[in-house]
């Protein structure tokens, strides 16, 4: 008698990768990825000088703080939301040493000297709300755009719109954005 050998069935699965390389390649081009908005800022340039860490006079820094309650304090005084932009502006279009020529500002010897001498120093706590703390630049940022839009009406007769290059520059000498940002201290007891 005549044995028989069965063999056991098998798959062939050569191509299984085959497939699976195809599915891959698939989901790869039908699947999108989706783009994280995050916050529209340019940092500041490397510093090659020493005077970065220069000593800033008092009555050219501007402090302002938000404590984890969203309550604002600029110069140690609570102050609402909506005066931000306004106080923001006076500050750095003061004039205190009456050399610019362009500011408009109230000449306080408690306020910045120049627009560019002035820094706005900000600061959060640890608690502080996102969404609030980036209102909060945003209207840092509207008091400095005003100023621009004023300066660019009253020297080029011009919305920023339809400045030139070179007129936008000189827009952005006449009032530059210098905010510092000062670190969080986290305090985990």
Known sequence: MKSFRRHSATVNAGSMADIAFLLLIFFLVTTTISA??????????VC??????AEIPERNLLQISMNENQQIMIKNELVEFAEVAYIVENF?????I???????GEQSTKSSDHPKDAV???SH???????SYIALQDEITKAYYNLRIHYA????????SELSKQERIEVQKAYPFKVSEIMVKRNFN
């Open 98 to 104: 009456s050399k610019c020529d362009y500011c408009e």
């Open 92 to 96: 750095i279009d003061n004039n205190g």
């Open 125 to 131: 706590d640890a608690f502080t709300s996102y969404e």
């Open 48 to 53: 090659d000088t020493e005077d970065c860490t």
């Open 120 to 122: 706005i120093s900000l």
């Open 36 to 45: 994280d908005k995050g916050i529209l800022r340019q940092l500041p340039a």
């Open 153 to 160: 009406k009253r020297v080029f007769d011009k919305i920023p």
